[in-house]
């Protein structure tokens, strides 16, 4: 995630030759006029056929746009705030343009540092006119607060992970999302996390090692399993990923659960823990150690490997008899397998174990919509795992 803070202050005084190829500081120092009202500077930079799209889908003309910005010249909106962009993408292709980031509104002063107060995703298109690059489009929409970027120590390594906090009076429940094999996490972990966060919950998404906003800490388990299956074939990949997820990875994840059970907000009895596929397994597994945790949720958990590698079967089944934690199991009826479900729900019941196990209808239209049924369905099963949890805190 590239990380680019600016103010107004230091984008008034910036000089830039319109001429050249269309910079990230050129697109912002539009958003920027836009915002002080500075309509001689917008004169100049949209061009005759400009439009904004407004968040309700209201289409803006040039004039209409300059006229409304007389009206919001005295009303010094931002004052007591500080933006800073991410995610920004520019790309540029002969006379035309496309710039996108994420724009993050933050107190200059705060109790609270790093806690944003808002945030949005500015789009625009540019059109070079006569040698000069003019904005024709701007759009911007209004996004979820971002999350604040946290350190935490896993052995040697200094990982990071993504903290999600909802409004309200503290002390918190939290829940402890495991990702699974991705490269990069980012997107599951926004994807899951607002459903959560509005009912409450701290949502806290630790990137391990090799992934993300930690793949400095280490390789990446996909690419090293794809490279072990490759040379050696499927069990010899099942083997290692059991040893990186029970090894290295469980590591990352028990260190992960002391932080979160360090944060001063959060309610210490009501601390849960759940994944989806990989992160599923992580779930299970640390379940069977407790490892801080009063309850965890495993969504798909090994379906992908679950009719081609009994080794999957044979780990998994004794984590689910020997769970010191009550344990929510769920998938899409369209999962690669639902094995994972049907077949340890069985193993928890003859246990005796506090458990529910349900496989959900189809979710998307292939089998891989339906395994990131964990990550994307968050509205359909967060009904049922919720009250799971707290259930537990009182089991």
């Known amino acids: 995630m590239k990380l680019l803070a600016v103010s107004f202050a230091c984008l008034s005084s910036m000089t830039?030759?319109?001429?050249?190829?269309?910079?990230?500081?050129?697109?912002?120092?539009?958003?920027e006029a836009s915002d002080a009202a500075d309509e001689a500077r917008l004169s100049v930079l949209l061009s005759p056929a400009f439009v904004a799209i407004r968040g309700r889908g209201e289409i803006v003309t040039r004039e209409q746009y300059l006229s409304d910005l007389r009206s919001l010249r005295d009303?010094?909106?931002?004052?007591?705030?500080?933006?800073?962009?991410?995610?920004?993408?520019?790309?540029?292709?002969?006379?035309?343009?496309?710039?996108?980031?994420?724009a993050t509104w933050k107190p200059i002063d705060s109790g609270k540092p790093g806690r944003a107060v808002a945030s949005s995703l500015v789009t625009q298109s540019w059109r070079r006119i006569n040698g000069d690059w003019k904005l024709a489009f701007l759009q911007t929409v209004r996004l979820g607060l971002p999350p604040e970027i946290r350190s935490f120590p896993s052995g040697e390594l200094q990982l990071r992970g993504m903290l999600f906090v909802p409004e309200g009076k503290a002390p918190h429940p939290v829940i402890v999302y495991a990702h699974g094999n991705e490269p990069d996490p980012t997107d599951l972990c926004e994807s899951v996390a607002p459903e959560l966060v509005s009912r409450g919950y701290v949502v806290w998404c630790p990137h391990r090692r090799g992934a993300g906003l930690s793949q400095d800490q280490g390789e990446s388990l996909l690419r090293k399993l794809t490279e072990i299956e490759r040379r050696e074939g499927v069990e010899a990949r099942s083997r290692a990923a059991i040893e990186q997820l029970e090894g290295p990875h469980m590591a990352d994840l028990t260190?992960?659960?002391?932080?979160?059970?360090?944060?001063?907000?959060?309610?210490?009895?009501?601390?849960?823990?759940?994944?989806?596929?990989?992160?599923?397994?992580?779930?299970?597994?640390?379940?069977?150690?407790?490892?801080?945790?009063?309850?965890?949720?495993?969504?798909?958990?090994?379906?992908?490997?679950?009719?081609?590698?009994?080794?999957?079967?044979?780990?998994?089944?004794?984590?689910a008899r020997n769970a010191k934690v009550p344990i929510f199991l769920g998938q899409a009826v369209n999962d690669y397998s639902t094995g994972p479900?049907?077949?340890?729900?069985?193993?928890?019941?003859?246990a005796g174990k506090v458990h529910r196990a349900?496989?959900?209808?189809?979710?998307?239209?292939?089998?891989?919509e339906g395994h990131g049924f964990g990550v994307d369905g968050v509205a359909v099963w967060a009904g049922d795992v919720l009250p799971f949890f707290e259930a537990a805190v009182r089991h």
């Open 16 to 31: 830039v030759a319109l001429s050249q190829d269309l910079t990230p500081e050129l697109a912002i120092q539009a958003i």
């Open 75 to 102: 009303a010094n909106r931002f004052a007591g705030l500080r933006r800073e962009w991410t995610d920004i993408k520019v790309r540029v292709q002969d006379d035309t343009a496309t710039f996108a980031g994420r």
């Open 255 to 319: 260190a992960a659960i002391v932080y979160a059970r360090s944060l001063p907000y959060i309610d210490s009895r009501r601390v849960f823990l759940m994944g989806n596929s990989f992160g599923g397994v992580l779930a299970l597994l640390a379940a069977e150690r407790s490892t801080g945790i009063v309850a965890a949720a495993d969504f798909a958990g090994g379906a992908l490997n679950w009719e081609r590698s009994p080794l999957f079967r044979d780990r998994l089944a004794p984590a």
């Open 341 to 350: 479900t049907v077949e340890l729900g069985k193993a928890l019941t003859v």
């Open 358 to 368: 349900i496989v959900y209808p189809p979710f998307g239209l292939t089998r891989g």
